[in-house]
Each structure stands twice: as structure tokens, then as C-alpha cells.
């Protein structure tokens, strides 16, 4: 993707629209095409299911208002997302990038690199090389696998690349672009640490990198599964829910056992502790008309709901098998 090759008499729409009669195989209908051109490639990664307008998806990359600008006169950053969208009608699940930032100011390389996350996120493999990003786009890097003379010296987060380095006695300068730092390195100008990292790092077969990912969950698979989210802040229609929840009266009777019942400061060592008071951290839990009581019945009623019903329902199958 260094050179971006685009028909630069065909507009932006024209230019989806002829993609998708090339790429798309002949079995698919002219509607159906037109519905892959349609996708929005933030929305859709996986579902073979297209139903998406052309609006969406040139709103998603931002070239809605130039959908009839003709494609020589689009600037550097919006041909980089056209092509982008143009490699989407495929629905790859893989894609390689090739310097995708290349020829490219640092707001459009941050936006291009930004696009590709927005896209990975859906569940797409999007691979890039990339050489000198700044510190904003290397953080945005999932992984990271570097390369010096053909063989691998770190793979594995980004996070963790300056700690490994420390590992082989190289240190960071304070202020210093980490990926600026990892080239010099591979350059040589602090000697020749190749062989070292190399052997370190197994020649990229090393599989450490991998524990923290394998026992960890990521918070982005569980932002939209509704943890985390209070009542106040929940839909009105769906605050029934939390008044039957067991986890709800469990959890409330165990810190009003530990916090209430008018108890007082807590020991700060601290110059300033914001739940010094009690009160103060149920009322951010909203458990500032809590009672104990009332916990302590729910629980009681549910075991006993819970055992009549197990009673009932095998008082049931006992009859059949008799």
C-alpha cells in the first residue's frame, strides 16, 4: 500500500462500484453486489449478511462528502482510506499493509492507523509494516515483531517491549520514542545486541508473550455485555432487572455488614483519601437506601423459592418414572 493504484478519472462511488463487479463472483446478483459495496466495514466484519447503504460505509471513512469527487483529487489520506475500503468488498480476513503511513503528515498517519484498528476490532487480521511511527501510532499496535538482519529480536505488546529491552541491560532514554529506540538497536548504534536478542527471544519462538493473553479477557469484549453499568445509569425499562438480582441483595448485604450501620472514618495513612467516610462510598454505589434487612430477606426468599421449586420439579419427574 505504499502506492495507492486508483482510477483517477472514476469517482469515489464509481470506483467501490466497478470493485465490486471485478472482485465479487459472477454467482452474485447486481443487488447483491451492490449491497457488498454497501457494507460498513466497522460494523460488519464477519456477517455475510451486506445490508448496509453507500452512506455508511463512506461515512465510516469519512469520504461521504467526496462520493463524486473524482479520485485524482482526493488527497493523500482520504486515497489511503479509499483503498482500504476498496480491499473491503472482498470481506479478507487477513490484510497485509505495507507502509501504509508512507507519504502520509502525522494527523492523516494517525487517522490511517486508527481506521486499521477500528477495523481489527471487528475481528480482522490486519498486518502492517510500518518504519519510524511516532510514539502516539506505535502504542496503537496490538503486537509487535520486530526484525533486525532477517531474524526476530522481540514479539510480543507493545508494553512490554521496553521491559524486555531492560532485560538485555538497554535502557530507554527518559522522553525517547520507544520505536525510535528499537531501530537504533537494531541499527547497532549501542553495539551489537543482535545475537543477544535474538537468542532471547527465541528467534520469535518464544512463547511467553502469550501467557497474559491466554488468562487474561480483554474489557473490550465485555464493554457492551452490561458489567460495570449502575442502576442510575441503566435504561429505565431495565431497571426491574437489578431488583431481582441475587448478585444485587448479595453484594449489598455484605458491604452494608462491613460499612454501615453509621461506622465510622476509615484509617487513612494518606494525604487524602476520597472513601475516608463510608458514606461516602455507598452513596457512589448507590447503596445510600440500601438495608441490610432487606438483603438478608431477598436471600432467605430465594433459597426458599429455589427449594420449593426443586421439590415441585422433582415431584414431577418421580410421578412420570412411577
Known sequence: MQNDNLQPLLTVH?????????????????????????????????????????????????????????????????????????????????????????????????????????????????????????????????????????????????????????????????????????????SGDYGDYTDDLVQKSENGLNQEWRKKQRNSLQFQSLEHIGFFVQLNDSHPYMRWLFHISFLKYGLEGLVLSVLGYDRGKLPCNADYCHFVYPEKFLDQMDMEYAEYSTAVIFMLSLIAVIRIAAYFALSVQIKKRS
Not at 469527487?69 to 476498496?86: E, F, N, Y
Not at 532477517?150 to 508494553?159: D, R
Request: net charge positive.
Open 14 to 186: 464509481e470506483a467501490m462500484t466497478v470493485a465490486a463487479n471485478l472482485k465479487l463472483s459472477s454467482k452474485n446478483t447486481h443487488k447483491e453486489k451492490q449491497s457488498r459495496v454497501n457494507m460498513q466495514p466497522c460494523q460488519c466484519p464477519l456477517s455475510k449478511s451486506v445490508q448496509f447503504q453507500i452512506k455508511e460505509i463512506l461515512e465510516c471513512i469519512n469520504l461521504w462528502q467526496n462520493r463524486k469527487v473524482k479520485t485524482c483529487a482526493l488527497s493523500g489520506g482520504q486515497k489511503k482510506r479509499l483503498s482500504i475500503a476498496l480491499e473491503l468488498l472482498k470481506n479478507p480476513q487477513v490484510m497485509f499493509f505495507d507502509e501504509p503511513t508512507s507519504g502520509l503528515d502525522s494527523l492523516t498517519s494517525k487517522q490511517c492507523v486508527m481506521l486499521l484498528k477500528q477495523i481489527a476490532s471487528t475481528g480482522r487480521t490486519i498486518i502492517c509494516t510500518i518504519h519510524q511511527p511516532s510514539a502516539m501510532i506505535f502504542e496503537m499496535f496490538d503486537h509487535l515483531y520486530a526484525v533486525a538482519n532477517g531474524y526476530c529480536i522481540y514479539q510480543g505488546s507493545v508494553k512490554g517491549l521496553l521491559p524486555y529491552l531492560e532485560q538485555c541491560n538497554l535502557k530507554c532514554p527518559p522522553y525517547h520514542n520507544p520505536a525510535d529506540y528499537l531501530l537504533e538497536v537494531a
